[in-house]
């Protein structure tokens, strides 16, 4: 007997519906406004390609929705599945993982008067952006959060970041154009590079992150190694060098 196609169909969207045990969840940001009550935890979605990913969904800084990829989830994912999960493109939820245990967090925002640039996220992938140093050291997989694109960033006398509200800006000195923070697994355990420029940028983003009211704690492995990047006087600096200084030991960025 032939199996009807609308029955193989239905099967197919049933079982993607319910990914895992869950609803039919596309972000953290739809998750927050179907219930407003929504606890921040792990939940299952379900990406734009139709892959059945787990996020852990910040759901009360700045506002809630925010959502978080787990490592693992950047072999199996690509630049497709972003434009469903990244609609707000104003801001990104930096969480730093401390030795102290704590998680403190800051919302980054691109400075005022480059707030009709959008921000950027890119999944191995840094597309009219200057790309991260350790593409060329750890490799793929790798998520790339930009700021300003090389056409911006290759004129423009001052750059930087809001952090938490706060202007953190500098003047573009040379000719690098990196402007950017990028997160690695880093599954394969390779030795990145060493550079490091402790400049303006890395100590105004860290002087300005803030300990969450209620101390929660995301899942560890959720954070990853990270590079940021600021070329040409801002700063380059990587989370194997913070701990000295910062006592930063990795990074994780959510967006919505």
């Known amino acids: ?9 239905m099967i197919q969207f049933t079982a993607i519906a319910f990914c895992e045990g869950g609803l039919f969840n596309r972000t953290c940001k739809t998750i ?16 734009e390609s139709g892959k059945c990913i787990q996020v852990y969904c910040e759901m009360g800084l700045n506002g809630g929705g925010y959502t978080f990829l787990h490592p693992t989830t950047l072999a199996v994912i690509n630049d497709l599945d972003i434009p469903q999960m990244f609609t707000d493109k104003t801001a990104f939820l930096l969480r730093a993982r401390r030795t102290d245990g704590t998680q ?5 925002k691109q400075l005022s008067e480059f707030s009709f640039v959008p921000l950027k996220i890119g999944i191995s992938s840094f597309e009219s952006f200057g790309g991260p140093v350790n593409a060329g050291h750890i490799g793929s997989p790798y998520i790339f959060f930009g700021f300003l694109p090389n056409s911006l ?15 953190i800006s500098y003047t573009h000195c ?33 002087s300005n992150v803030r300990d969450n009211p209620s101390g929660r704690v995301m899942p ?5 190694f990270g590079e940021i990047h600021f070329g040409g006087c801002g700063c380059y600096v990587q989370t194997n060098q913070m701990k000295k200084d910062k ?9 919505r």
């Not at 927050?32 to 990406?47: G, L, M």
């Not at 697994?185 to 390779?190: A, G, I, Q, S, T």
């Open 1 to 9: 007997m032939q199996f009807p196609f609308a029955l193989f169909l």
């Open 32 to 47: 927050k406004e179907q219930n407003p009550d929504a606890p921040s935890n792990t939940y299952s979605i379900v990406t």
């Open 104 to 108: 403190p967090y800051a919302v980054l």
């Open 153 to 167: 960033a290759s004129v423009s006398a001052i750059q930087g970041l809001q952090v938490n509200g706060v202007r």
């Open 174 to 206: 040379g000719s690098v154009t990196a402007s950017h923070f990028a997160l690695f697994p880093n599954f394969k355990e390779v030795d990145p590079g060493n550079a490091y420029y402790p400049d303006p940028v890395y100590a105004g983003i860290f």
């Open 220 to 224: 560890g492995d959720y954070f990853m």
């Open 247 to 255: 006592g930063v030991l990795a990074l994780t960025i959510g967006f």
